[in-house]
């Protein structure tokens, strides 16, 4: 069967990886659906689509069906799968932040566990038992442990589960990139604006960790990487038939911490970044590194950008976009 007749539902696809996802998953030749409850995407009030989905559009001269929903609406997924026959779905409608995760963890829980819960039901319910979900902390933990249990009573289920850790950048062309809402969460959407001074300043938090420099290390992912390894999961899945449950981990393998981030953005932008340490953040880890032998071996995916890349992705969006999606 040719991509092109294959019909993907991209649950929060108005967002950051979902975004950049789609994106690929077009390029392609997938047709996509995309919903999203767009609380962390802009809409112009002139227009029925997310500007993100619009320059999407754009891009790829091609047309996306894209439905305003929450996944914790059940009626509303129903509905939406009345109306289309999806042969797969990708699930990144979530809630993300360790921190306000910390400080929330009902939200969490409801959104990213009773709506996933909603998804699968109705995916059960239409026969759709292929899935690709992305789990992020203890309610994406048990997420995974519901879609194990699932296709161990069920084998006609066939779920990826992609791990990944930080994903960062943007698309190359400048026209899409990570848009966050208020404050940002995560290290690099914050450094980039605080070079082109939208900020003031960076707060590293915390410079005491046992790492080589005290800052935390993560392992950093461009985002055109990751949503790759989407679609390379997703075609795995439509060419193998495959069933059950599998993990993949998705990442370069190897680590950088705050402080080589800011000397990578630096060089690359040729802005001074200025920062200061204050007290750590409820909930982070030292250092965090993905496997992704697995990945690369079964998949055929395999990360391709560096920091460097990273960083000067990050800094023509914002350049491009100092306001992000608002015209």
């Keep these: 069967m040719a991509n092109k007749s294959w019909k993907v539902l991209v649950t929060g696809g108005a967002g950051y990886i979902g975004s950049h996802t789609v994106l690929e998953l077009l390029q392609a030749d997938f047709e996509v659906v995309v919903i999203d409850n767009l609380s962390n995407a802009y809409k112009d009030d002139n227009n029925i689509k997310p500007e993100c989905i619009l320059r999407i559009e754009k891009l790829t001269n091609k047309k996306i069906v894209f439905i305003q929903c929450d996944i914790t609406n059940l009626n509303e997924l129903r509905d939406i799968f009345k109306k289309h026959k999806f042969h797969s779905v990708i699930h990144f409608a979530a809630l993300k932040a360790v921190g306000e995760s910390c400080e929330k963890p009902l939200e969490y829980y409801k959104t990213n566990v009773c709506g996933t819960l909603n998804l699968l039901k109705v995916m059960r319910d239409f026969n759709v038992k292929c ?179 990273m960083c000067l992705d990050t800094w023509k969006w914002q350049q491009n976009n100092p306001n992000g999606y608002k015209r």
């Design 131 to 309: 899935n690709c979900t992305n789990p992020y902390g203890k309610t994406k933990y048990m997420v995974e442990e519901i879609l194990k249990d699932l296709c161990t009573s069920n084998q006609e289920w066939s779920v990826i589960s992609l791990r990944y850790f930080n994903p960062v950048g943007a698309h190359s062309s400048g026209q899409i990139g990570e848009d966050p809402n208020g404050v940002p969460n995560n290290l690099m959407p914050y450094i980039a604006q605080v070079s082109v001074g939208k900020r003031e300043i960076l707060y590293i938090y915390g410079n005491d960790y046992d790492t080589p420099d005290g800052t935390g290390v993560r392992d950093y992912i461009h985002i055109t990487d990751l949503a790759m390894g989407h679609v390379k999961a997703m075609i795995y899945q439509k060419i193998h038939n495959s069933t059950g449950f599998k993990v993949f981990n998705l990442g370069t393998g190897k680590g950088y911490s705050v402080l080589e981030v800011i000397q990578a953005f630096e060089k690359a932008s040729g802005q001074k970044i200025p920062y200061k340490i204050v007290e750590r953040r409820a909930g982070d880890i030292s250092a965090s590194y993905a496997d992704a032998s697995l990945a690369n071996k079964e998949l055929g995916w395999q990360a391709t950008k560096n920091i460097g890349d």
